[in-house]
């Protein structure tokens, strides 16, 4: 890292109310001491506030747990929490300062991003002898990062599959008494733990390996999707969104494989599209177009009034443009084979409305292709509308 590169990530760092990004992420409740903000540690089963952010200079925060010590800056939480890499957690601090992205020395930073091919999803899925813990059942978690070992339960389970149905991962959500709640990503690790001698194993919480491909959300799907001559995706945000959509546009009577991917937007960049796009196009009718169809959630401020220029087009649906974009690129796919659009969600519901919103009020798989044929813009050309 250049000195000039730091002095810049620095202010960019001092301009970002960490205290604030903290409590967002984690929801948790912070109290002001002076120019510092104390609070329960996010990272660890915290009875006491140990947690410390402190303003006085570039923001930094400490938990003072006797087995955590977690600490850092707005970077350090960003690539633990949100699991990003650092040049992601540089360009999501710049975000959250509003500020332009430092012209930063990549090849001295602790991980210059990738520009080759990721390399695949390389963890062997979960043992099938495995149980898959289900919403409100205590399970052990270990963070390997902090050392930290507690049992806790969740209140989802998204399980990640392949097209085989493995599991290969889970996020679960966690809702706590004082109304905290976050999501983790953990994978089944076999063997004892420190204090923990007798189990076969435990669930770890996850850090990607910032070159490596992650699986999709629905990727056990596929199968059904090819047996049906599929040829509409549908990319939903989270892994609650996908379900709902997936439930009511079951692919049998809709042909529709309904999508998302792991880890925010930030994620989609390196979600491994190849098993989709090899299912589909390595199929004899090599006339086949691909349409994908992006459904954002609802956000603020106004989306844009149909007009498809790039600095109007929601984060989400941009990502998964340059992610289908490159790995057509990568395949060896005539980019005419591809079809994008992204859907404006309706403009009065709230801020996150999503389709699982839509399901809860009520919308059938009908109505959700209405609301799609009515209401999309087409971001790739190739498109015949269907
Ligand atoms: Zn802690």
């Given at each position: 890292m250049t000195h000039k590169g730091k002095t810049e990530i620095d202010e960019i760092l001092i301009r970002v109310p960490l205290q604030d990004v903290i409590a967002r992420e984690t929801g948790t409740r912070f109290r002001r001491r002076g120019d510092r903000y104390v609070g329960r540690c996010p990272f660890h089963a915290d009875k006491t506030p140990s947690f410390t952010v402190f303003t006085d200079n570039v923001p930094r925060y400490k938990c003072f747990g006797a087995q955590c010590g977690v600490h850092g800056t707005l970077l350090t939480f960003l690539q633990e929490?949100?699991?990003?890499s650092y040049s992601e957690a540089i360009e999501m601090a710049a975000e959250l300062a509003a500020m332009p992205l430092p012209a930063f020395d990549d090849a001295s930073s602790p991980s210059a991003p990738a520009v080759q091919p990721r390399k695949p999803w390389s963890e062997p899925p979960?043992?099938?002898?495995?149980r898959i813990p289900k919403p409100y059942e205590p399970m052990l978690l270990h963070?390997?990062?902090?050392k930290v070992t507690y049992w806790s339960e969740p209140s989802y389970v998204h399980v990640y599959r392949n097209r085989c149905r493995q599991p290969l991962l889970l996020v679960v959500r966690f809702d706590q008494s004082d109304g905290r709640k976050y999501f983790q990503q953990v994978i089944w690790r076999p063997g004892a733990i420190t204090g923990y001698p007798a189990i076969a194993g435990c669930w770890q919480q996850l850090a990607f390996d910032p070159d490596c491909a992650r699986p999709l959300?629905?990727?056990?799907d596929i199968p059904c999707w090819q047996d049906r001559n599929g040829t509409r995706l549908l990319m939903v945000e989270g892994e609650k969104t996908r379900d709902a959509a997936a439930t009511v546009l079951d692919i049998p009577t809709n042909g529709i494989l309904t999508l998302s991917n792991v880890?925010?937007?930030?994620g989609i960049g390196k979600t491994d599209l190849k098993p989709v796009l090899d299912t589909f196009f390595q199929t004899?009718?090599?006339e086949k177009i691909l349409h994908v169809t992006i459904w954002p959630d609802a956000d603020l401020p106004a989306r844009s009034d149909?007009?498809?220029?790039d600095d109007t087009m929601p984060k989400f649906v941009r990502a998964w443009v340059a992610a289908f974009h490159d790995a057509l690129e990568s395949e060896g796919i005539?980019?005419?084979?591809l079809c994008i659009a992204s859907v404006n969600p309706?403009?009065?519901?709230?801020?996150?409305?999503d389709l699982a919103d839509a399901v809860d009020e009520g919308w059938s798989a009908g109505m959700i292709k209405r609301w799609i044929a009515d209401n999309s813009q087409t971001l790739r050309p190739a498109c015949q509308s269907v």
């Open positions: 929490w949100k699991h990003l979960i043992a099938p002898d495995v963070n390997p990062h902090t959300y629905g990727g056990e880890g925010s937007t930030g004899s009718n090599t149909g007009n498809p220029a005539e980019p005419e084979r309706p403009s009065d519901r709230k801020h996150g409305w």
